[in-house]
């Protein structure tokens, strides 16, 4: 995981990375590529004043995103988990 301090400090190419946005001491936005290599940018909104919005645990240097992350079908369909740095597929 990658904190910058605003969206324009994610770079065009994620590799594996998920990048945060962390600002004023909260968590804002996450950014990663999608896992199944599609090419699509995830952007997860990590307020809780909005909805849909998800949350990151940071222990060290693992991280956790809850709930799962979906791609809808209009995009390539994925479905999974970020759980302790490792992706785990929804069938």
């Known amino acids: 995981m990658a904190l910058v301090e605003s969206m324009n400090d994610v770079p065009e190419n994620l590799g594996a ?9 909260q ?3 996450a950014v990663m590529q999608c896992p199944c ?3 699509r940018r995830i ?9 849909p ?3 990151v645990e940071k222990q060290g240097k ?4 809850s709930p799962s992350v979906w791609v809808p079908l209009d995009g390539c369909g994925s479905h999974f988990f970020v759980r302790q740095n490792r992706i785990e597929w929804v069938n």
């Open 17 to 25: 990375k998920l990048y945060v946005v962390y600002r004023g001491g």
């Open 27 to 29: 968590y804002r936005r």
């Open 37 to 39: 290599r599609c090419g």
């Open 43 to 51: 952007d997860l909104n990590l307020s809780a004043h909005a909805f």
């Open 53 to 55: 919005h998800w949350t």
């Open 62 to 65: 693992v991280v956790t995103v």
